[in-house]
């Protein structure tokens, strides 16, 4: 078993030193964040016009807006 997993942990090393991360895609793009926070800034959008204009739900928006530029 220890074998295994260290063999486990090399794989993932070398995985990440060749620029490659698992998990699921994220659904904000550095693109899509910065629209969100140009909507919201304006005033004119609500968090719900701005979710579903970038495909996103609210809860996603709020976590953007609230986290640092």
Known sequence: ?????????????????????????RKM???????ARQMYAAQTYTVEQIARTLSVTRGTVYAHLNTAA
């Open 1 to 25: 078993m220890r074998e295994r997993t260290t063999a486990g942990l090399e794989t993932i090393a070398s995985t990440r030193a060749r620029g490659r991360h698992g998990g699921r895609p």
């Open 29 to 35: 793009t550095p693109e899509k964040i910065a629209v």
